[in-house]
C-alpha cells in the first residue's frame, strides 16, 4: 500500500499539476493539499495556476483557505501582488484597499526573519502616492516614518539596509530632525541588529522546505523537531525585551510556523494552547485545541487535554461533549475512554450519574474487566462504599475469571480490607480454572500473600503447589528442585535481601546455566536424530549444506574464575610469567608473540618484586608499555649519604650516570641557586614523555655526557655508546657510576 505522505509521491502528483490545464489540475491540487494542508508551496503554485488565467474568483477563495496557515513569506507575497494588481486600476479606493492589505499582510508576517522586502515594498508605495497639497505631503512623510521606523527595529535579513534608507530619508526631509530622531532610535536599531544575529542562527537549523508528515522517528525529523524547540525556547527568552504584547505575538507567530512543519506533532499542539493558557488567554488556547483535533482527529490525548481544560474554566457541557467525542455511538469506545468518563460524570454529576453510566457502559462490546476494576476503585475510595465495590468485582468475576489482571486487582482490593480469608478463596478459585500458562503471576501473588498472612507450613505448602502446577509448561520445568532463590523470596523484604548482592548475582547465574543445561539436553536427542535422516537425504551438493557453529564449548564469561580453569580444548591463559630463557613462540597467525620474559636491564628490585607477582588471571599486559609508564614517573630523589645503602654502584646494569646530583658544595657558597635549579632540571626527566625522535635522544644523550663530565669526569654511559634502545638506557633516569 503506498503511503499517502510519501514526499516523492507528492512532487510527482505537483509537478503533474503543473503541466496540465488549470480544470484538469484542480483535483491533483485538491488532492495534493488535503494531505498536506500547511505546505505554503504547493498552495502558492494552485494559486499561481488560477492568477495566470484571471480567475480572480477562485484566487480569492484559495487565499482564504491558506493564508492564515500558512505564515511563509512568498505566499503572502504572491497575494499582494495580486492585491495590488487588482486595485491598480481604481484610483484613490484602490491605493486605500492596498495600504490595507499591506497593513494586513506586516501585522501577520511582518516580523519574519525574511519579511525585508516586504517592508520595502510597502515604503516604496507609500512614497509612490500621490500628494496634492503640503499637507498630504506632510501626511505622506509621517506615514513613510512610521514604517521606517517599525522596519529598523524589526530583526530581518534587511534590516541594516533599512537603517541606511532611514538615515538618509530623514536627511532628505530635515537635517536638524534628523539628527535628533536617530540618536533617539540608534539604540534600538543595535539591539534589533544583535537579536537578528542570534536569531539566524537558529533560523539557518531548521529546513523551511519540509512538508509536514507523521513523525516517523528519522534522524531528519528529530534533528529539525530539536531546532525547532530551540528556536521556540530563544523566542521565549524575549531576546529583544520588547513588551509583553509584541513578544507574545512573537512567539505566537513562531509556533505558528512551527505547526506548518510539525502540524502532526500533538506535543507542539499541546505545547501552543498551554502557552496561551499561561498567557491567560483561555480562548486563544480553546482555538488551538479546536484546531489540533481537526488536524489529529484521532488523537485521544489532545482531547483530554481539551476536555481537562474546558472542565478546569468551569465550562462542564463543552467539557461533556468532547468526552462524549471520544465515545462516539459506543460500539467503537474504548475501555480508557469508558472509565475516563465515569470519573468525569463523578467529578461533575454526582455518584448517581456515574453509577448509571456504569451500568450501560457495562454491556459495551468493548467493554474490559478494567472498567469493572476502574468502577469500583473509585465506588471504594471516593464514595467509600466497600459493599458495593466488593459486589461489582464479584459481578465482575463471573465474566472475567479466567483474566489474571482481573484477578490480582481483585486481590488487591481484598488486602486492603484485610480480608485475608476471601483472599485465599479467591486464589483458589481462580487457580482452578486459570490454564498454568496464564497463572504464572497469581501463583506468584499467592505466595507473597502466604508471606504475609500465613504460618510456615501454609508458605511451603503453597510454593509446593506453585512448583507441580508449574512444571506442567515449559516455563516451570526447573520448578521443581528446591533453590535458594526460595529461601531469598521467602526471607526478602522490600529493598532488605538475606544476601549479598554477590550472592544474588552467582544465584541468578546458576538458575540460567541450569535451565540453559536442561534446554540443550533436552534438544540434544532430537538433533542428532534429525541429522541422522537428513544425512542420509544429502546429496553431494556442498554449496547446499549449512554450516553451523560449534556452540558445546560455549561457556558463560566469569572474570573471577580462579587461574588454571579455562575454556576446554583452549590454552590457559594463567600461569607464571616464563623465564628470560624462554624462547620465542608463534601465534596461531604465524606472528612471532613477545616474550613475556623479565628485561635483564631492569635494576635488582624490580626485578626481584616482577619475579614475586602472583600468576596473571587474564590476558597478560604489554610488559614494555607498562614498564616505560613506570619509568615515566616522578620518582623520590634519595640524599647523597644514603645513596650507597640502596645499592652498589656496580649492580646498575643501565650504565648511566647522574654525579650531578651530588655537586660539592661551592666554598663561597655562590652557585647554590643554580645548583638547585639544575637538580630541579635534571629530577624531573623521569616525569617528562620519551622522546619518539632519534635525533633529539642523541642531543639529550650527548648533553648529559657532557654534563657528567664536566661534573664528575668519571661517569660510565656504556648504554649509550652502544645505542640501545632499552628503558635502562642513559635517558631512563638510572643513577650509576662510581663517585670518588
Known amino acids: 500500500m503506498e503511503d499517502k505522505y510519501s514526499v516523492e509521491s507528492a512532487e510527482a502528483l505537483a509537478n503533474e499539476a503543473l503541466r496540465l490545464p488549470i480544470t484538469e489540475a484542480v483535483p491533483k491540487y485538491e488532492q495534493l493539499l488535503a494531505t498536506f494542508p500547511t505546505a505554503a508551496r504547493y498552495w502558492k503554485q494552485y494559486v499561481e495556476a488560477h492568477m495566470a488565467v484571471n480567475n480572480d474568483d477562485a484566487t480569492k477563495q484559495i487565499f482564504s483557505r491558506c493564508l492564515l496557515n500558512c505564515l511563509q513569506i512568498?505566499?503572502?507575497?504572491?497575494?499582494?501582488?495580486?492585491?495590488?494588481?487588482?486595485?491598480?486600476?481604481?484610483?484613490?479606493?484602490?491605493?486605500?484597499?492596498?495600504?490595507?492589505?499591506?497593513?494586513?499582510?506586516?501585522?501577520?508576517?511582518?516580523?519574519?526573519?525574511?519579511?525585508?522586502?516586504?517592508?520595502?515594498?510597502?515604503?516604496?508605495?507609500?512614497?509612490?502616492?500621490?500628494?496634492?497639497?503640503?499637507?498630504?505631503?506632510?501626511?505622506?512623510?509621517?506615514?513613510?516614518?512610521?514604517?521606517?521606523?517599525?522596519?529598523?527595529?524589526?530583526?530581518?535579513?534587511?534590516?541594516?539596509?533599512?537603517?541606511?534608507?532611514?538615515?538618509?530619508?530623514?536627511?532628505?526631509?530635515?537635517?536638524?530632525?534628523?539628527?535628533?530622531?536617530?540618536?533617539?532610535?540608534?539604540?534600538?536599531?543595535?539591539?534589533?541588529?544583535?537579536?537578528?544575529?542570534?536569531?539566524?542562527?537558529?533560523?539557518?537549523?531548521?529546513?523551511?522546505?519540509?512538508?509536514?508528515?507523521?513523525?516517523?522517528?528519522?534522524?531528519?525529523?528529530?534533528?529539525?523537531?530539536?531546532?525547532?524547540?530551540?528556536?521556540?525556547?530563544?523566542?521565549?527568552?524575549?531576546?529583544?525585551?520588547?513588551?509583553?504584547?509584541?513578544?507574545?505575538?512573537?512567539?505566537?507567530?513562531?509556533?505558528?510556523?512551527?505547526?506548518?512543519?510539525?502540524?502532526?506533532?500533538?506535543?507542539?499542539?499541546?505545547?501552543?494552547?498551554?502557552?496561551?493558557?499561561?498567557?491567560?488567554?483561555?480562548?486563544?488556547?480553546?482555538?488551538?485545541?479546536?484546531?489540533?483535533?481537526?488536524?489529529?482527529?484521532?488523537?485521544?490525548?489532545?482531547?483530554?487535554?481539551?476536555?481537562?481544560?474546558?472542565?478546569?474554566?468551569?465550562?462542564?457541557?463543552?467539557?461533556?461533549?468532547?468526552?462524549?467525542?471520544?465515545?462516539?455511538?459506543?460500539?467503537?469506545?474504548?475501555?480508557?475512554?469508558?472509565?475516563?468518563?465515569?470519573?468525569?460524570?463523578?467529578?461533575?454529576?454526582?455518584?448517581?450519574?456515574?453509577?448509571?453510566?456504569?451500568?450501560?457502559?457495562?454491556?459495551?462490546?468493548?467493554?474490559?474487566?478494567?472498567?469493572?476494576?476502574?468502577?469500583?476503585?473509585?465506588?471504594?475510595?471516593?464514595?467509600?462504599?466497600?459493599?458495593?465495590?466488593?459486589?461489582?468485582?464479584?459481578?465482575?468475576?463471573?465474566?472475567?475469571?479466567?483474566?489474571?489482571?482481573?484477578?490480582?486487582?481483585?486481590?488487591?482490593?481484598?488486602?486492603?480490607?484485610?480480608?485475608?480469608?476471601?483472599?485465599?478463596?479467591?486464589?483458589?478459585?481462580?487457580?482452578?480454572?486459570?490454564?498454568?500458562?496464564?497463572?504464572?503471576?497469581?501463583?506468584?501473588?499467592?505466595?507473597?500473600?502466604?508471606?504475609?498472612?500465613?504460618?510456615?507450613?501454609?508458605?511451603?505448602?503453597?510454593?509446593?503447589?506453585?512448583?507441580?502446577?508449574?512444571?506442567?509448561?515449559?516455563?516451570?520445568?526447573?520448578?521443581?528442585?528446591?533453590s535458594l532463590q526460595d529461601v531469598v523470596s521467602r526471607y526478602s523484604f522490600m529493598d532488605l535481601w538475606p544476601c549479598s548482592s554477590n550472592e544474588l548475582e552467582h544465584l541468578s547465574r546458576q538458575d540460567w546455566l541450569s535451565s540453559n543445561m536442561k534446554k540443550k539436553v533436552e534438544k540434544s536427542t532430537p538433533a542428532n536424530e534429525a541429522d541422522k535422516t537428513s544425512g542420509q537425504l544429502l546429496n553431494s551438493n556442498v554449496s547446499s549444506k549449512l554450516i553451523y557453529p560449534d556452540i558445546s564449548r560455549m561457556v558463560v564469561y566469569d572474570p573471577r574464575q580462579k587461574p588454571g580453569l579455562t575454556t576446554p580444548g583452549l590454552p590457559s591463559t594463567a600461569g607464571p610469567l616464563p623465564s628470560s630463557s624462554a624462547p620465542s613462540v608463534l601465534t596461531t597467525s604465524g606472528v612471532p608473540a613477545v616474550p613475556n620474559v623479565i628485561p635483564k636491564a631492569l635494576p635488582p628490585a624490580l626485578a626481584a618484586f616482577i619475579a614475586s607477582l602472583p600468576p596473571a588471571d587474564g590476558p597478560l599486559p604489554d610488559v614494555d608499555y607498562v614498564l616505560s609508564i613506570c619509568l615515566q614517573s616522578t620518582l623520590p630523589v634519595a640524599e647523597p649519604g644514603k645513596l650507597a645503602q640502596v645499592g652498589p654502584a656496580s649492580s646498575d646494569v643501565s650504565g648511566s650516570s647522574k654525579s650531578h646530583l651530588f655537586k660539592p658544595r661551592d666554598r663561597h657558597g655562590k652557585k647554590r641557586e643554580a645548583d638547585r635549579q639544575d637538580d630541579d632540571d635534571t629530577s624531573t626527566v623521569q616525569s617528562q614523555p620519551l622522546p619518539k625522535d632519534a635525533f633529539k635522544i642523541r642531543q639529550l644523550r650527548k648533553a648529559r655526557v657532557a654534563a657528567g663530565s664536566v661534573q664528575t669526569g668519571a661517569a660510565s654511559y656504556g648504554s649509550v655508546q652502544t645505542g640501545s634502545a632499552s628503558y635502562g638506557s642513559g635517558f631512563s633516569g638510572e643513577q650509576s657510576g662510581s663517585y670518588g
Not at 466497600?386 to 468485582?393: E, G, I, L, T, W
Not at 488487591?412 to 484485610?418: C, E, G, P, Q, T
Not at 512448583?467 to 526447573?478: C, H, T
Open 74 to 482: 512568498p505566499l503572502w507575497r504572491c497575494y499582494i501582488n495580486f492585491i495590488r494588481k487588482a486595485n491598480e486600476k481604481k484610483g484613490l479606493e484602490g491605493q486605500e484597499e492596498t495600504r490595507k492589505a499591506f497593513e494586513f499582510m506586516l501585522g501577520y508576517v511582518g516580523s519574519d526573519i525574511g519579511s525585508g522586502p516586504v517592508w520595502t515594498d510597502y515604503i516604496n508605495f507609500l512614497k509612490s502616492l500621490p500628494a496634492q497639497n503640503p499637507q498630504e505631503e506632510s501626511q505622506r512623510m509621517i506615514a513613510v516614518r512610521k514604517v521606517y521606523q517599525k522596519a529598523i527595529v524589526t530583526p530581518t535579513h534587511h534590516i541594516e539596509q533599512h537603517w541606511r534608507d532611514y538615515e538618509n530619508f530623514e536627511n532628505s526631509v530635515s537635517r536638524a530632525l534628523a539628527k535628533g530622531l536617530v540618536s533617539e532610535y540608534q539604540p534600538k536599531y543595535n539591539s534589533a541588529r544583535a537579536v537578528y544575529r542570534e536569531r539566524k542562527k537558529y533560523f539557518d537549523e531548521i529546513d523551511w522546505n519540509m512538508l509536514a508528515v507523521p513523525p516517523s522517528g528519522s534522524v531528519k525529523e528529530e534533528s529539525q523537531w530539536t531546532a525547532w524547540k530551540r528556536f521556540l525556547a530563544f523566542e521565549k527568552e524575549n531576546p529583544q525585551r520588547i513588551d509583553t504584547v509584541s513578544a507574545n505575538k512573537r512567539i505566537s507567530f513562531t509556533y505558528e510556523q512551527c505547526l506548518m512543519y510539525l502540524y502532526h506533532y500533538p506535543d507542539i499542539w499541546f505545547d501552543y494552547a498551554t502557552w496561551h493558557a499561561k498567557c491567560g488567554s483561555i480562548d486563544s488556547a480553546i482555538k488551538v485545541y479546536q484546531r489540533s483535533l481537526k488536524a489529529l482527529p484521532d488523537c485521544a490525548l489532545l482531547r483530554y487535554a481539551y476536555a481537562e481544560l474546558e472542565e478546569s474554566r468551569g465550562a462542564i457541557q463543552a467539557a461533556k461533549k468532547v468526552y462524549e467525542s471520544l465515545l462516539g455511538d459506543g460500539a467503537n469506545a474504548t475501555a480508557l475512554s469508558h472509565i475516563q468518563f465515569i470519573r468525569f460524570l463523578r467529578r461533575t454529576e454526582g455518584v448517581e450519574a456515574a453509577k448509571k453510566y456504569f451500568l450501560d457502559a457495562r454491556n459495551s462490546p468493548n467493554c474490559t474487566y478494567h472498567v469493572y476494576v476502574g468502577y469500583a476503585t473509585m465506588a471504594f475510595c471516593m464514595d467509600k462504599d466497600v459493599k458495593y465495590a466488593h459486589s461489582v468485582f464479584e459481578a465482575g468475576l463471573k465474566t472475567f475469571k479466567d483474566e489474571p489482571g482481573y484477578i490480582l486487582e481483585y486481590a488487591d482490593f481484598l488486602s486492603r480490607l484485610n480480608d485475608d480469608r476471601n483472599i485465599r478463596a479467591l486464589f483458589e478459585r481462580a487457580l482452578s480454572s486459570l490454564h498454568p500458562k496464564d497463572s504464572i503471576e497469581v501463583w506468584k501473588r499467592f505466595s507473597q500473600f502466604e508471606q504475609t498472612y500465613g504460618d510456615l507450613a501454609s508458605m511451603l505448602k503453597v510454593e509446593q503447589r506453585r512448583k507441580d502446577d508449574l512444571a506442567r509448561i515449559n516455563e516451570g520445568a526447573s520448578a521443581l528442585e528446591n
